[in-house]
């Protein structure tokens, strides 16, 4: 709890953008990020020297993902949250910080110190350590909300052939993963973003012809430009 609670209104006031994973990064032109505080997601590291920009912050909590990534994860030198279902796979140091997870009835955690809730998404998780830390202005990119998938949600599948729900085709690639959730998904959204508006804070999604309706959509460059008027 210590370790977390440094973390607490670090950003007060500024802004920040959570790159998800979704295909549609690969419309968009990400060297703009090189000045932005940015978070990003899992396996975000696949596309990094393509995208060019690099992460202040890392989110990973899902078991599957960290133990896939964990040489990559454990080399970025960025400050990385792993949840603490897939704490084993990566051991806390000086780069790296367990988050203790929250089941019902909590939905949104306004302390990562004490727990965040995953939600069905890692996106929730950023959302809250990003509130915790402050941010007044969150701007989601990736955040296609779509997938090809042939079971049930949460199901575990093993993906043979390229990984069109990605921005890498070898992101799941001959890897097992589980089915992604959309209906909880949006649940978690929509107490993100009323946890934001009670505060006096705002979720922009700008995402590139993206299927999610809860947020406020915006253009990426013009949210940008915008934010530092």
């Known amino acids: 709890m210590r370790r977390l609670a440094r973390f607490r ?4 006031g500024q802004r920040c953008v959570i790159v ?3 295909p549609s990064l ?3 032109d ?3 990020l090189q000045s932005e505080v940015v978070i990003g997601l899992n396996k975000i590291h696949l596309g990094l020297k393509r995208f ?5 912050y890392l989110v990973a909590v899902n078991a599957l993902v960290v133990e896939q990534s964990r040489a990559a994860l454990a080399a970025m030198t960025c400050i990385k949250f792993i949840g603490g279902r897939a704490a084993g796979h990566l051991p806390q140091d000086a780069f790296t910080h367990h988050l203790p997870i929250l089941g019902p009835p909590d939905v949104f955690s306004t302390d990562i110190a004490t727990g965040v ?7 929730h998780v950023a959302l809250q350590l990003a509130y915790y830390m402050g ?5 989601l990119i990736g955040m296609d909300h779509r997938y090809d998938f042939a079971g049930t949600p949460h199901e575990k599948r093993h993906l043979e052939g390229p990984d069109v729900n990605h921005f890498s085709p070898d ?3 001959g890897c097992d993963w589980q089915n992604p959730d959309l209906a909880q998904s949006e649940v978690s959204y929509k107490a993100a973003r009323a946890a934001y508006e009670a505060a006096g804070r705002q979720i922009i999604d700008a995402t590139v012809e993206g299927a999610c309706t809860v947020f406020r959509k915006a253009d990426f460059r013009q949210s940008l430009r915008q934010a530092r008027r």
Request: charged share 10%; aromatic share 16%; hydrophobic share 40%.
């Open 135 to 139: 941010f007044a202005e969150v701007i």
């Open 20 to 22: 998800c994973n979704g």
């Open 171 to 173: 992101y799941f690639s």
């Open 26 to 28: 690969n419309a968009m």
């Open 9 to 12: 209104n670090l950003h007060a």
């Open 117 to 123: 809730r995953e939600g069905g998404t890692v996106t």
């Open 30 to 32: 990400l060297t703009v």
């Open 52 to 56: 060019g920009f690099y992460p202040r």
